[in-house]
């Protein structure tokens, strides 16, 4: 094994130590070592770190450093390198490996794998984290709670859909319980504030898109979606393959291409009276350009004219703040009345969902 080369100091290094830090605050101190290591042996692989220098936009929010953790995640699943198979399935969330043994397996890992890793940085992301619901669900029954009505859902960022089966799963959130008790997906964030008040949620449709669906029918595509969880996150792994195990006897429906398009059709669709026509989306957002960013926002500001008490139009949004410093549960509904069209944080969540602080529609400011 090569040891690694001096120093790095540059914007990838920078961006590695970043992610390391959130990582130790959320608690994955595997992961944050691991991102440590490699900005100190990065620049063994030259042709990934200036990849990642030269990278157009923000690397922070095109989720960089996470494509490239879940190529590492993929390489170590796959067997092609035993060192590096044999630390992930020891793993734990907080193993810390001895640094200077990391940096030399990390570096024979770039020596060998760049390229193989480099495909994963070029492709997108696909975290299907269906712990998320917790928050969709929850934020349903907040608006059920004023108006009980049906609900539509369409989703943006579907991934392989497993968030569209979210009537099936069993939803644990405060007090308060949802769906399915025999269903082998049971959620449970730990859960901080109020409950959201019980009821009885009808999904009556509910669709999807992204711009490359995953198929949860496809072994490979599930492969790609258990890369994508960080290295010791057992209860995730269990939970992904539940999901996928209830989509395949419930396949989603997911469209493939651009979520600006797709949701100005959907929204042109007649809706029905006595529905809600809902908008979700969770940790997506960060990834559209700006200007599919302001053609969903369009679709949305356009059809929200329509809207009516009998009719209204709601969007639930789980994405980092402007600043990147907390993950909000975003919730706005419009129906024609005074507070139409008014957006409170229902709640800030851990981005992967293992806890919620929950404010309910009267938000936090």
């Not at 009505?149 to 989703?155: D, G, I, K, S």
């Not at 579907?158 to 769906?179: I, K, Q």
């Not at 449970?188 to 504030?193: C, D, E, K, L, V």
Request: aromatic share 6%; with cysteine; net charge neutral.
């Amino acid at each position: 094994m090569r040891g690694p080369a001096p120093f790095g100091t540059g914007r990838a290094e920078a961006q590695l130590r970043i992610e390391a830090e959130k990582a130790e605050g959320f608690g994955k101190t595997f992961i944050a070592a691991l991102m440590e290591s490699l900005a100190r042996v990065l620049p063994n692989a030259p042709q990934m770190r200036q990849c990642i220098e030269r990278w157009p936009g923000d690397i922070a929010g095109a989720g960089v450093i996470f494509r490239l953790n879940a190529g590492l995640h993929a390489l170590a699943r796959s067997g092609r390198h035993g060192a590096l198979q044999r630390l992930y399935r020891s793993a734990t969330a907080d193993t810390r490996p001895a640094p200077g043994l990391l940096d030399l397996l990390l570096a024979d890992v770039l020596a060998h794998h760049s390229g193989e890793l480099m495909e994963w940085m070029a492709g997108p992301t696909q975290t299907n984290e269906v712990a998320r619901v917790a928050g969709f669900v929850a934020a349903l029954l907040e608006l059920n709670a004023v108006s009980p009505l049906p609900c539509e859902l369409l989703e943006l960022g579907s991934s392989a859909g497993l968030n569209l089966n979210l009537a099936r799963y069993g939803c644990v959130m405060g007090r308060t319980f949802s769906g399915d008790v025999h269903n082998s997906v049971q959620i449970a964030p730990r859960w901080h504030g109020s409950s959201p008040p019980p009821g009885p949620l009808a999904i009556e449709r509910a669709v999807g898109v992204d711009l490359s669906p995953l198929d949860a029918l496809d072994d490979a595509d599930c492969e790609r979606l258990h890369a994508y969880i960080w290295a010791g996150e057992r209860a995730r792994s269990v939970r992904l393959r539940a999901a996928i195990a209830v989509a395949r006897s419930h396949p989603p429906q997911v469209a493939a291409g651009l979520a600006s398009r797709w949701l100005a059709a959907q929204l042109a669709r007649p809706q029905r009276q006595g529905t809600r026509r809902v908008v979700v989306h969770s940790m997506v957002v960060q990834y559209m350009p700006e200007v599919e960013r302001a053609a969903v926002d369009a679709a949305i500001s356009f059809a929200a004219q329509a809207a009516t008490p009998s009719r209204p139009l709601a969007r639930i949004g789980m994405e980092w703040s402007a600043d990147r410093s907390a993950v909000e549960l975003q919730v706005t509904q419009w129906d024609g009345s005074s507070a139409s069209g008014r957006t409170v944080v229902a709640a800030h969540c851990h981005p992967y969902a293992e806890w919620f602080e929950w404010h309910g529609l009267n938000g936090a400011f």
